[in-house]
C-alpha cells in the first residue's frame, strides 16, 4: 500500500489511453456477469429438478395439445400418485413489459404434484373454493407489489376468453414459496377449469402433464409405462423426468453453455490482446521511469509489485464495475423474460478469478522485462 500513490499515477500516465482500456473491460466483465448469470441460472434450475416428477408432452412437439380425459387413465397406472393437466399461460400485467408466466391445474392436485411449493393450508383451501382464484410466488409477489386479496388482470398472449378479449381477472387467494423450483419461483397458478370454459379454443386440451410417483426409483418404469399406454393412438406421449424436460427446453434454444463460452471466450480473448498491448506499450514508454525508480533504491521486486499492480488495478476495478452494472441490470432482465434465471454469487466470483487471471497473463511479461532492466539500460533509454 505505501506505492499506492505510484501505482496510480502509472495508471493514469495517459488519461485517454487509461480510460479507454477501462471501458473495453468494464464492456467485457458486463457481457461476461449478464451471459454466465443466466447459463449459471439455468444449471442451476435443473439440479433443483424432483426426481419423483414426470412431464408428460405430445412426442410430436411440446406444442401439440393433449386431451385431458388422459388424467384418470394416467392415474390408474401401478407407481403414479398424483396428476394434473398444466396449460401454459404466458401473458403481461397491464404492460407488454411485465412479463408474466402462469399455469392452470388441477386445484385439487395442488400442492401434491407440485412438491417444491411451501404454502398454508388455508391458502390452498381459498383456491380450490373459487373458480377465478390464483396462487402467486412470494418472488412474483415482490415484483408487481401485490398482496393477498388483490384483483388483478392478465393479459394472455396465446389464449382469448368468449368476452372477444385476451384479459382474464384473477382474485389473489394465496402467497406460496419455492426456494427449491425456479419455474415455481417465478410463477403463477391458477384453475384448469376457469381457462378451458371460458377459453374460444382447445376445450378438453393441455399442452402436458405433471405426474408424481410414488417411488423415485421407478420413475423410469412408470414414464415408459405411461407412454406404451397410449402408444398408436392419435395422442402419443413421451414422458421424462423433471431434469431431462428442463434441460430438452434449454436446448430447444440451443447450446446454452456452449453458446455463452464460446461468445465470453471470443471477447475475453481479444481482450487480451488488446490489455496485453496497452500494457506492453506503457512498459516501453517508461522505461527511464523504471531505471529512475531502481537508481533511487527500489528493489527489483518493488518494481515488479508496482508493475504488476498497475495492471491487477485496472483489471479489477473495471471488472467489479462491470459485474455490478451487470448485477444492477438483472431486475431488468427478470421483468423482460419473467424469471429470475441468474445466479450473481457464483458469477461474481468467477469474474475476479477472470479478471486476477487477466492481469497476470497481461500484465507479467512487461513487469518481468521491468525487472531484468538494469539501471544503466534503462537510463540509456530514449523511447
Known amino acids: 500500500m505505501k506505492y499506492l500513490h505510484l501505482v496510480w499515477a502509472g495508471v493514469w500516465r495517459r488519461p485517454g489511453r487509461a480510460i479507454l482500456t477501462l471501458l473495453s473491460i468494464v464492456n467485457a466483465f458486463l457481457l461476461f456477469g449478464l451471459l454466465e448469470g443466466f447459463a449459471s441460472g439455468m444449471t442451476h434450475a435443473q439440479a433443483e429438478a424432483h426426481a419423483d416428477m414426470l412431464f408428460t408432452t405430445s412426442r410430436i412437439s411440446g406444442a401439440e395439445m393433449l386431451p385431458t380425459s388422459l388424467a384418470d387413465r394416467f392415474r390408474a397406472t401401478p407407481g403414479v400418485r398424483d396428476v394434473s393437466p398444466i396449460?401454459?399461460?404466458?401473458g403481461f400485467y397491464q404492460r407488454p413489459d411485465q412479463y408474466v408466466r402462469a399455469y392452470a391445474v388441477y386445484p385439487n392436485e395442488v400442492p401434491q404434484t407440485m412438491p417444491a411449493m411451501q404454502i398454508a393450508p388455508g391458502a390452498i383451501t381459498a383456491f380450490r373454493a373459487s373458480r377465478n382464484a390464483i396462487l402467486v410466488s412470494d418472488e412474483v409477489m415482490k415484483r408487481f407489489g401485490w398482496k393477498v386479496g388483490d384483483h388483478i388482470p392478465l393479459t394472455s398472449?396465446?389464449?382469448?376468453?368468449?368476452?372477444?378479449?385476451?384479459?382474464?381477472?384473477?382474485?389473489?387467494?394465496?402467497?406460496?414459496?419455492?426456494?427449491?423450483?425456479?419455474?415455481?419461483?417465478?410463477?403463477?397458478?391458477?384453475?384448469?377449469?376457469?381457462?378451458d370454459q371460458a377459453r374460444t379454443k382447445s376445450q378438453g386440451m393441455t399442452n402436458a402433464f405433471l405426474v408424481r410417483v410414488a417411488d423415485p426409483m421407478k420413475a423410469g418404469e412408470v414414464a415408459a409405462a405411461l407412454?406404451?399406454?397410449?402408444?398408436?393412438?392419435?395422442?402419443?406421449?413421451?414422458?421424462?423426468?423433471?431434469?431431462?424436460y428442463a434441460r430438452d427446453s434449454v436446448q430447444g434454444i440451443g447450446d446454452v453453455g456452449f453458446l455463452v463460452n464460446s461468445i465470453v471466450g471470443a471477447v475475453f480473448f481479444t481482450l487480451l490482446i488488446s490489455v496485453g498491448g496497452v500494457m506492453a506499450e506503457s512498459?516501453?514508454?517508461?522505461?527511464?521511469?523504471?531505471?529512475?525508480?531502481?537508481?533511487?533504491?527500489?528493489?527489483?521486486a518493488d518494481v515488479l509489485a508496482i508493475s504488476l499492480s498497475e495492471t491487477a488495478?485496472?483489471?479489477?476495478?473495471?471488472?467489479?464495475?462491470?459485474?455490478?452494472?451487470?448485477?444492477a441490470l438483472f431486475p431488468i432482465a427478470t421483468r423482460l423474460i419473467g424469471f429470475n434465471a441468474v445466479q450473481q454469487g457464483p458469477v461474481f466470483i468467477e469474474g475476479l478469478v477472470v479478471a486476477i487471471a487477466l492481469a497476470l497473463v497481461s500484465g507479467l511479461p512487461p513487469a518481468l522485462r521491468a525487472l531484468r532492466l538494469t539501471v544503466i539500460d534503462a537510463l540509456a533509454d530514449h523511447a
Open 227 to 244: 407412454d406404451a399406454m397410449t402408444r398408436n393412438s392419435p395422442y402419443e406421449t413421451k414422458s421424462e423426468s423433471e431434469a431431462q
Open 313 to 327: 488495478l485496472v483489471c479489477v476495478c473495471a471488472a467489479l464495475a462491470g459485474l455490478l452494472i451487470a448485477g
Open 87 to 90: 396449460v401454459s399461460f404466458v
Open 157 to 195: 398472449s396465446f389464449w382469448e376468453n368468449k368476452n372477444g378479449g385476451r384479459t382474464w381477472d384473477f382474485d389473489i387467494v394465496g402467497a406460496y414459496a419455492a426456494p427449491s423450483s425456479l419455474v415455481l419461483r417465478n410463477s403463477l397458478q391458477f384453475n384448469y377449469d376457469y381457462l
Open 283 to 300: 512498459a516501453r514508454e517508461r522505461t527511464r521511469d523504471v531505471g529512475i525508480l531502481k537508481a533511487l533504491g527500489f528493489s527489483d
